[in-house]
């Protein structure tokens, strides 16, 4: 097929994003990194993130080449998928982890110089680590459509000559499997890593030894603030990566189902969720450069700086879908444009609704701090009684998302027929990439968070004036916030996108029948009637299949898919209170035996706790990363298509309504604590200010481990559904 000249676009855009990353990389290098005491930590802590991310490649790289090794076996041997499957899936996963590198290693350079700049004023201290953040940013989106690029050009020149859009989008998918595993592996490991140094360093330094916090005489410090690289840096960075492209390539694929008959449309129907990224990376980096603020900004005037930057791209890429989409010519293009501002505005509602239950400038984190006056319990029962509350804005917002995307996409065609209901799945996914064509400025929010958390501990431990360990401590606070709202951001998406891949899923079973058919094999229902998957629509699949709600297949793999939520925190949870034992041991053992640390006259082992968090998050990543991809195997063997549906659809309930549980209690949590330490109810080492550590340091493993990896749960499962279609289709 001829592609069109406005596709080149795409690639132009991430060359574009990676070259002002790099640009934002060299001008926050050419900052000071202030006295030699300020350079020894980020020393530090940047050894013990590389270090920690190499250990954690080297176990990556062996599953990759496992699964890679299987797949091959299953296209070359068993003929059961595309030849280029195995391929796909290896770079996904090299482009999901190079944006968790260079994201981290920005990171490791910027907290220094983030601290210093503070010195200087907020608003300096504020850009540096904003635009250090957007470096994050820009590479995922750069790399994110560099490799969409790439493998759309790969595939239209080398796929073959009967090879249809259909077979190139769901190919595609195959490198959204790729990311997502990296993904996960990156989010579990890092968030065990991180939340083990956090536990410990809490726990022993603040509650038992009354030392504040990043304080260097506390072993486990260090530790601590490289965790806040790898887990939310590094895992973040890979996350959002494979949202990013999952909702493109999902709806790509929708798109090549939903307009198979119209000739040249669908062609555009595939291109167009591309474009409306690409023109947003020219819209994040203006919003980039809105963002400042002024000398003694409090948090609301903190937010309204970021606010100002994401708000204009959104409005702006609103506007400029409307114009893609007419320019492109595609059947419905007002109502498809519509559904594109759904997703926008449902990432809006869903950060600001983050932002009320997370920050302390509202009432919710307000009356979880005002509950430490009757200790830790009280604190964590209000934290889980607000975690609780605050998901009914997320999922009331999802809700009505998809039902305006779904009917703005079909002209509120209610009918039901295969052509109403798979235009109006494209538009649900289209409403996913709206929600993250902005991804490059959202996550440049999130990503400031650790950015200035680090800050904040070098600020501590190099015995800076006071007024700059506020400056970062008011920087720290607003990253709490957007790291809360980011994680409510990527959770929404995965929602949208998680059900645009429910779609795929169905499309690809049918190429896979189809195979099966081409080579003799014969579908025949109860009664008899013979399926043809070549002609099959949606409403014909759903019949054959029996996917409905009477069909105890769909019910046994919804609730299995529900489990598979809770089983994986579970997991999570436990892996992180096993390595916070032991730190928390470690950093007992050194304040006992090692002379003279609590006086400062002696230096703690601080490479000892970066190994014991190492080696924990290693070992522990592994079993709950493995059940991502076991489950829908098992399930797709025993209980064929109609079970992995239900599957899917309780993994995504379940899933999306706990993972923002989680995240908000825990940034709740945080937040509550951060108002104590601001002089609120006592102050710093008042009895109050340890029952919000305690409560804390339940919220870490919440928001850091368990809640943001359940978004790539979500995703891996439907991932693996797909890539795996014609293993289940050979049990049919």
Request: net charge neutral; aromatic share 8%; with cysteine.
């Amino acid at each position: 097929m001829t592609i069109p000249t406005v596709f080149w676009l795409v690639p132009i855009a991430s060359v574009v994003a990676l070259g002002m990353a790099w640009f934002f990389f060299c001008q926050m290098m050419k900052e000071d990194e202030g006295t030699a005491r300020m350079k020894e930590i980020a020393l530090y802590v940047r050894r013990g993130a590389m270090a920690y991310l190499k250990q954690q490649y080297r176990v990556v790289t062996i599953v990759f080449v496992v699964l890679a090794a299987i797949f091959a076996f299953m296209a070359y041997v068993l003929k059961m998928q595309n030849p280029w499957v195995p391929f796909a899936f290896l770079t996904g996963g090299l482009f999901s982890g190079l944006a968790g590198f260079f994201g981290m290693k920005t990171a490791t350079y910027a907290s220094a110089r983030t601290a210093n700049a503070a010195r200087n004023s907020l608003d300096k201290g504020l850009k540096v680590a904003f635009r250090s953040g957007a470096v994050m940013g820009l590479t995922v989106v750069g790399l994110g459509l560099l490799d969409i690029a790439l493998w759309f050009l790969i595939l239209n020149k080398f796929g073959g000559e009967n090879i249809t859009l259909i077979t190139i989008t769901t190919t595609m998918l195959t490198f959204g499997m790729g990311a997502s595993t990296q993904a996960l592996f990156a989010r579990v490991g890092g968030g065990i890593y991180t939340k083990a140094a956090d536990v410990g360093a809490d726990l022993v330094g603040k509650v038992e030894a009354d030392i504040p916090e990043d304080d260097p005489r506390n072993p486990a410090t260090i530790a601590d603030n490289v965790g806040d690289n790898v887990g939310d840096v590094a895992g973040m960075g890979a996350d959002l990566y494979e949202s990013y492209c999952g909702s493109i390539l999902s709806t790509a694929a929708l798109g090549a189902t939903a307009f198979a008959t119209a000739g040249e449309m669908q062609l555009r129907a595939v291109i167009a969720p591309m474009l409306i990224a690409a023109v947003g990376v020219f819209l994040s980096l203006l919003g980039i450069f809105l963002v400042r603020t002024k000398e003694g900004a409090g948090m609301k005037e903190l937010l309204h700086s970021l606010g100002v930057g994401t708000n204009v791209s959104a409005v702006l890429i609103a506007v400029a879908s409307f114009i893609i989409l007419y320019l492109l010519g595609i059947n419905n293009w007002l109502g498809l444009s519509f559904s594109v501002i759904t997703g926008l505005a449902a990432g809006v509602i869903i950060g600001q609704g983050t932002e009320y239950y997370t920050s302390h400038s509202y009432k919710p984190t307000q009356k979880i701090a005002e509950a430490s006056q009757t200790g830790s319990a009280t604190v964590i029962i209000k934290g889980i009684g607000t975690g609780m509350i605050s998901t009914m804005i997320p999922v009331v917002t999802i809700s009505v998302a998809i039902m305006l995307s779904y009917l703005c996409a079909n002209g509120f065609d209610l009918s039901m027929s295969a052509e109403s209901l798979s235009h109006g799945l494209y538009g649900i996914g289209i409403a996913a990439v709206g929600m993250l064509s902005t991804l490059g400025i959202t996550l440049a929010t999130d990503a400031y968070g650790p950015i200035a958390d680090n800050a904040g501990g070098n600020a501590e431990m190099s015995e800076l004036e006071p007024e700059v360990r506020q400056r970062t401590d008011a920087l720290d606070a607003l990253g709490n916030t957007t790291a809360a709202t980011g994680k409510g951001f990527a959770i929404g998406s995965a929602a949208l996108t998680a059900l645009a891949l429910l779609a795929s899923y169905v499309e690809e079973i049918k190429i896979a029948m189809a195979r099966a058919v081409s080579e003799g094999q014969q579908f025949v229902d109860s009664m008899g009637r013979v399926f043809d998957p070549d002609h099959a629509n949606m409403v014909d699949f759903m019949e054959f299949f029996q996917v409905n709600l009477m069909n105890p297949k769909v019910l046994v793999g919804a609730f299995i898919g529900a489990m598979a939520a809770f089983l994986f925190c579970g997991l999570t949870m436990g892996a992180v209170g096993r390595a916070a034992q032991s730190m928390v041991e470690e950093v007992r053992r050194q304040f006992r035996e090692i002379k003279g640390i609590l006086e400062g006259k002696a230096t703690p082992d601080y490479g000892r706790c970066v190994e014991i968090s190492t080696r924990s998050a290693q070992r522990e990543m592994i079993f709950p990363s493995f059940l991502a991809i076991i489950i829908p195997i098992v399930v797709g063997v025993v209980l064929g298509v109609a079970g992995v549906m239900g599957l899917l659809v309780g993994g995504l309930a379940a899933g999306f309504t706990l993972a923002v549980f989680m995240a908000n209690s825990g940034g709740a949590w945080d937040n509550a604590k951060k108002m104590v330490e601001e002089g609120n109810f006592g102050g710093k080492g008042s009895a109050c200010h340890k029952a919000t550590i305690v409560g804390d340091t339940v919220g870490d493993p919440f928001k850091d481990t368990s809640g943001p990896s359940l978004n790539i749960l979500i995703k891996l499962m439907s991932m693996v559904s797909i890539v795996m279609a014609g293993l289940t289709v050979a049990f049919i």
